[in-house]
């Protein structure tokens, strides 16, 4: 199977980033769902700490209470940087960057399945934004 990369925006874009660099938060992104479901599904670990190892593997803590915490906050942290760094890229259009994002969805699928508020160019630019902002954020 062969992927498709699609080609660089030009450096003299003001939201340039380099092409890997772009995939790799592309993909951190992506994540975030799986990070929303296990931050909802931790709580009922604490019975279970063997069940817990699937979120969250080391053995330096033995508390399992604690363990569930650490997990809750690392995925939280990540969480909250993409909503955060949405928001600050547009705060009126965040819901939908974030739906852009987190689930790879084109800004077609926004038009007519969540009637997206804004152009495809303006989108695209924002999309950029949010991109070259995560990456600011992520160094």
């Known amino acids: 199977m062969r992927t498709t990369t699609r080609s660089e925006v030009s450096k003299k874009n003001s939201y340039w980033i380099n092409n890997h660099r772009y995939h ?6 992506l994540q975030y ?3 929303k479901s296990a931050y909802d599904n931790l709580d009922s670990f ?4 063997a069940v817990l190892e699937v979120y969250y593997n080391t053995s330096d803590i033995s508390d399992p209470t604690a ?11 990540r969480m ?4 955060q760094t949405a928001i600050k890229a547009d705060p009126d259009l965040a819901k939908w960057l974030i739906e852009g994002v987190t689930r790879g ?3 077609t699928y926004l038009r007519t399945k969540l009637d997206i508020p804004c152009n ?4 695209y630019e924002l999309y950029r934004k949010f991109f070259w902002l995560l990456s600011a954020e992520r160094k």
């Not at 790799?24 to 992104?29: A, N, V």
């Not at 569930?68 to 942290?77: D, G, H, I, P, T």
């Not at 495809?120 to 989108?123: A, E, G, K, L, V």
């Open 105 to 107: 969805v084109s800004y």
């Open 24 to 29: 790799e938060l592309k993909y951190f992104c």
């Open 80 to 83: 909250e940087m993409i909503e």
């Open 67 to 77: 363990r569930v915490a650490e997990s809750k906050l690392f995925f939280r942290e």
């Open 33 to 35: 769902y799986h990070w």
């Open 46 to 49: 604490i019975s279970s700490p």
């Open 120 to 123: 495809r160019n303006d989108y």
